[in-house]
């Protein structure tokens, strides 16, 4: 890996700076962000983006399609806001240059509507996964794996509103449509499963969640390998219903298995990395194993700094939940800047009526209470 990218980037800077546009600078940096450098793949998808301006100019497709990878690496960034920005001009652009009855439109559609769910606005991200679906459906007919992957966006959006029949009926109808295209040994269909996993959990029916959540295991393992991110994903969410059930021994035996799986497949720094040691800290507390909760606290808290910075809102997350540890051991002086930086963040960036805000706000109350 470290082999390829310092000679992938030799090349495409060497290429890059001839100061005539190349495939490779965007290449190498889709790569980066495959692999997780996020700071690295957004200097190249820039410096893509100045050579794409100066070929091809601002109304073209190619340069949309660049616009639209920058507001990638700011969504894992955990900057939402940007991210929306950036891809509302690849957005103009799509319907300048190819229409609104175009895939390239439906699909910026989707990737904005990915970012207000995770922005906690979730009407607005039914709103443009139905505006996506409603393209997809006049340009590819309503029998496309791409509609059932947009009837399974929908699905979430719904859950979240807590609209669960509604959102029952989409996951069926997505699970109709990508068997009856792509057939049961497909990641497209275990997604969807795994979805309708997390709507039983949701409404705290857990027998049915792991027998969906067990459905979309099986069929990453089958599909595309033990050591995948996928299959890690599933594992990660089995545990997570296990925990649920109080079985916080399995728990563990789950996240460390996906824990495995992630190293071998993103190797050691990755963020997904962090947030499944951040899951092992929950289970630790659970087991009143304060001082392992708050190793693991600390670790993932430092990795997330270094890899999604301060201002991103896992970062801010592993954040509140060191700070409640500390609350509960009664150190209040560590728990108190770690609470209030979180409520501040989470108030600014998703708004009073996320539920990460709204823990916030419960947070900063107990820290009152214990005061």
Same mark, same amino acid.
């Given at each position: 890996?470290?082999?390829?990218?310092?000679?992938?980037?030799?090349? =495409?800077?060497?290429?890059?700076?001839?100061?005539?546009?190349?495939?490779?600078?965007?290449?190498?940096?889709?790569?980066?962000?495959?692999?997780?450098?996020?700071?690295?793949?957004?200097?190249?998808?820039?410096?893509?983006?100045?050579?794409?301006?100066?070929?091809?100019? #601002?109304?073209?497709? $190619?340069?949309?399609?660049?616009?639209?990878?920058?507001?990638?690496?700011?969504?894992?960034?955990?900057?939402?806001?940007?991210?929306?920005?950036?891809?509302?001009?690849?957005?103009?652009?799509?319907? =300048?240059?190819?229409?609104?009855?175009?895939?390239? @439109?439906?699909?910026?559609? $989707?990737?904005?509507?990915? !970012?207000?769910? %995770? &922005?906690?606005?979730?009407?607005?991200?039914?709103?443009?996964?139905?505006?996506?679906?409603?393209?997809?459906?006049?340009?590819?007919?309503? $029998?496309?794996?791409? !509609?059932?992957?947009?009837?399974?966006?929908?699905?979430?959006?719904?859950?979240?509103?807590?609209?669960?029949?509604?959102?029952?009926?989409?996951?069926?109808? =997505?699970?109709?449509?990508?068997?009856?295209?792509?057939?049961?040994?497909?990641?497209?269909?275990?997604?969807? %499963?795994?979805?309708?996993?997390? &709507?039983?959990? $949701?409404?705290?029916?857990?027998?049915?969640?792991?027998?969906?959540?067990?459905?979309?295991?099986?069929?990453?393992?089958?599909?595309?390998? #033990?050591?995948?991110?996928?299959?890690?994903?599933?594992?990660?969410?089995?545990?997570? /219903?296990? !925990?649920?059930?109080?079985?916080?021994? #399995?728990?563990?035996?789950? %996240?460390?298995?996906?824990?495995?799986?992630?190293?071998? =497949?993103?190797?050691?720094?990755?963020?997904?990395?962090?947030?499944? &040691?951040?899951?092992?800290? /929950?289970?630790?507390?659970?087991?009143?194993?304060?001082?392992?909760?708050?190793?693991?606290? @600390?670790?993932? &808290?430092?990795?997330?700094?270094?890899?999604?910075?301060?201002?991103?809102?896992?970062?801010?997350?592993?954040?509140?939940?060191?700070?409640?540890?500390?609350?509960?051991?009664?150190?209040?002086?560590?728990?108190?800047?770690?609470?209030?930086?979180?409520?501040?963040?989470?108030?600014?960036?998703?708004?009073?009526?996320?539920?990460?805000?709204?823990?916030?706000?419960?947070? +900063?109350?107990? +820290?009152?209470?214990?005061?």
């Amino acid at each position: 890996r470290a082999w390829y990218l310092d000679t992938a980037a030799m090349l =495409a800077e060497r290429e890059a700076e001839q100061g005539d546009y190349t495939p490779a600078l965007g290449n190498l940096a889709a790569s980066l962000l495959e692999f997780g450098e996020l700071g690295h793949a957004l200097r190249l998808f820039r410096r893509d983006l100045d050579l794409k301006l100066r070929e091809f100019g #601002e109304q073209h497709e $190619s340069t949309a399609a660049t616009y639209s990878n920058i507001a990638v690496v700011h969504q894992q960034q955990g900057r939402l806001e940007e991210a929306l920005a950036v891809y509302a001009k690849a957005l103009a652009i799509f319907q =300048a240059t190819q229409g609104e009855v175009h895939r390239n @439109t439906a699909d910026t559609y $989707s990737n904005m509507a990915v !970012v207000y769910r %995770y &922005l906690g606005r979730f009407a607005d991200a039914l709103e443009y996964f139905q505006k996506a679906l409603k393209i997809y459906e006049a340009t590819v007919g309503e $029998s496309d794996s791409v !509609v059932a992957e947009t009837h399974n966006s929908i699905g979430t959006a719904q859950m979240h509103q807590g609209r669960y029949s509604d959102a029952a009926n989409s996951y069926a109808k =997505a699970l109709t449509i990508s068997l009856a295209t792509i057939g049961s040994d497909h990641p497209s269909t275990g997604k969807i %499963y795994n979805n309708m996993g997390e &709507l039983g959990r $949701s409404q705290g029916q857990f027998e049915p969640a792991l027998e969906n959540y067990n459905k979309a295991l099986a069929i990453f393992q089958v599909t595309l390998g #033990e050591n995948h991110v996928l299959t890690a994903s599933a594992r990660q969410n089995i545990a997570n /219903v296990l !925990v649920d059930q109080g079985k916080c021994s #399995e728990a563990l035996d789950q %996240y460390e298995r996906s824990l495995e799986t992630l190293k071998l =497949a993103l190797g050691e720094h990755h963020p997904h990395i962090a947030q499944t &040691l951040s899951n092992m800290a /929950v289970v630790h507390k659970r087991q009143g194993n304060a001082d392992q909760a708050l190793q693991l606290y @600390t670790t993932a &808290l430092a990795a997330k700094r270094a890899q999604l910075g301060e201002q991103h809102y896992e970062t801010v997350s592993t954040m509140m939940n060191m700070g409640l540890l500390h609350l509960d051991q009664g150190r209040l002086a560590e728990a108190a800047p770690l609470l209030q930086h979180a409520h501040d963040f989470f108030q600014r960036q998703l708004g009073p009526d996320h539920i990460l805000s709204q823990k916030s706000v419960q947070a +900063l109350a107990m +820290l009152k209470e214990h005061s």
